[in-house]
């Protein structure tokens, strides 16, 4: 394929501020031209309560400053690598998201809408509703997408992909974290009223996450993903068209040449029909270095390879990187930062501008438009699978997040202090039990709300956690075994012996004599 002449430049952010909060599995929304960070690590409850940051980008620095809901909103957990797209109703911005990773490591199946109420200099404002669904609702999932096609006055969402844990029946401590694809199969979705419909097409036969997805109108385009049940990641290139009529809808698929391979990429616009593809992976260790560009003019698809950036060799000999679309053909993306700085968690991030040094983007990073969450931590090598973990800080700035404050630490992950002899840290934690995957084992405390607590930190050996977690009982962590004591029936305890009370009067016991001793005293008295 030939290689477009257009040039992409590559700019290194310089300082960020509370930079642990951007990590595998963000997402990125943009309500009148600004950036929001969606889905951090961990939950700061009292410095940003709804967990969505806006990114206040100056020249070569980034700032997180915490939004809020209004007081009507639903509760929105933090949710890692959800379905997300923008729903424009006339001039209102919305944003639909579905699905993703609670910080509890749970993954969600409940549909949510945000819009912005307010913003000014100081603060703002957005309204969560979730949305009830009826019918063949799709079964919690991450990694999938989520888009709006227009038909015939009408629309309609899709959801298509990802991946979802193994059926409770099925799960056990040696493959609780275990996931497996979704049934290929594609849901309808009415946002008026919430019914569900699941269509399922012949040319779709495998389960498939972590894809790309296009909509024009009416049809969907599906680009590249990973297959876990036999660990690919094909050259897929699906059309599907959907019909919208009065009656029900009419989904058809049709399977097209000259699809990429390619899992967990990111995808941004710079034109009304022309894409920019950036990222991703070839393999489970192999990063994929080279960038496409998708034409989809006189409703047709084309996909030819460009130019790349001139990477940097931090970025060539990392073993993993993830993003998110900033807009207008800009892109934001980090690597794992050396494990020799001060800070072991940090990251370094990137600017990636696909459109050129001369054009508006260079001037505006604050502008972005609709991008699903791609990057699957558990995709490529076990560094990436690194689970929700909280923070500890306090709010000194009402602006700005301020992470100082180590009292308010919260027990929802797994990357946590479960208790005061805690030693789990994250950059030296290795397995200790046969059936870990990429994170330690825990066992749930069920003192009042229940907490976790990590089975190494308890001394439980691997045949109790696994008789603990196949049983239906109750488990106390060792700062709460006084409460399981407490609940356990009392032994049975052996009563006192005590001697019978001696009766004021006794009557001597009559003596019985035997014929010979009778007749010996009567000789006597003879």
């Not at 933090?78 to 699905?99: F, V």
């Not at 490591?105 to 969560?128: A, G, H, M, Q, W």
């Not at 941004?268 to 989809?296: A, L, P």
């Amino acid at each position: 394929m030939a290689c477009l002449p257009q040039k992409m430049s590559l700019q290194m952010i310089s300082t960020i501020h509370n930079s642990s909060l951007i990590q595998p599995g963000f997402s990125l929304l943009n309500f009148d031209g600004y950036i929001f960070l969606f889905g951090q690590k961990g939950w700061p409850k009292r410095s940003c309560p709804t967990g969505i940051f806006l990114l206040d980008f100056k020249k070569e620095e980034l700032k997180l400053k915490p939004s809020y809901f209004s007081k009507d909103s639903c509760y929105l957990p933090p949710l890692r690598y959800p379905a997300i797209c923008s729903a424009a109703q006339s001039e209102k911005c919305q944003y639909i998201i579905h699905g993703g990773k609670t910080p509890n490591n749970e993954l969600s199946d409940k549909l949510y809408i945000i819009s912005l109420v307010s913003k000014n200099s100081k603060k703002v404002t957005f309204r969560c509703t979730e949305k009830e669904l009826v019918g063949e609702v799709p079964e919690a999932r991450y990694g999938h997408t989520i888009n709006v096609v227009h038909s015939q006055g009408k629309n309609m969402i899709v959801i298509i992909g990802g991946r979802s844990y193994m059926a409770h029946g099925q799960r056990t401590t040696e493959n609780w974290n275990s996931v497996v694809d979704c049934m290929p199969d594609i849901f309808l979705i009415d946002l008026e009223f919430g019914c569900c419909t699941s269509y399922t097409l012949q040319e779709l036969q495998c389960g498939f996450s972590f894809h790309l997805s296009l909509a024009q109108n009416d049809t969907i385009y599906i680009i590249g993903g990973h297959s876990i049940q036999n660990n690919t990641r094909p050259p897929n290139l699906y059309r599907i068209k959907i019909d919208l009529p009065l009656g029900s809808p009419a989904v058809s698929c049709c399977v097209l040449p000259g699809g990429i391979s390619v899992s967990s990429a990111i995808m941004t616009q710079i034109s009304d029909q022309e894409f920019v593809i950036v990222g991703g992976y070839h393999s489970d260790n192999q990063k994929r270095m080279v960038c496409n560009t998708i034409n989809t003019e006189d409703n047709r698809i084309e996909i030819v390879e460009r130019e790349a950036p001139e990477w940097t060799p931090e970025i060539k000999h990392c073993k993993i990187w993830f993003g998110s679309d900033m807009g207008n053909g800009a892109i934001l993306f980090g690597i794992p930062g050396d494990n020799r700085q001060l800070i072991s968690d940090a990251n370094y991030f990137y600017v990636l501008k696909c459109q050129g040094e001369g054009d508006q983007v260079s001037e505006q990073m604050t502008q972005v438009c609709s991008q699903s969450s791609t990057e699957d931590a558990g995709e490529s090598t076990p560094f990436e699978e690194s689970e929700e973990f909280t923070f500890s800080f306090d709010i000194n700035d009402i602006d700005i997040y301020n992470e100082d404050d180590e009292e308010d630490e919260s027990d929802s992950g797994y990357w946590i202090t479960c208790s005061a002899g805690c030693d789990i840290d994250i950059n030296t934690w290795v397995p200790l039990y046969s059936t870990e995957l990429n994170k330690p084992a825990m066992i749930f405390c069920s003192n009042e709300d229940g907490h976790w607590v990590h089975a190494q930190c308890m001394d439980l050996s691997e045949d109790t956690l696994i008789h603990l977690s196949q049983v239906n009982v109750k488990y106390f962590c060792t700062e709460h075994i006084h409460l399981a004591r407490g609940l356990q029936t009392p032994k049975e305890t052996i009563p006192l012996k005590k001697k019978p009370m001696k009766s004021l009067r006794r009557k001597k016991p009559m003596k019985i004599f035997t014929p010979e001793k009778k007749s010996f005293i009567r000789k006597l008295f003879d």
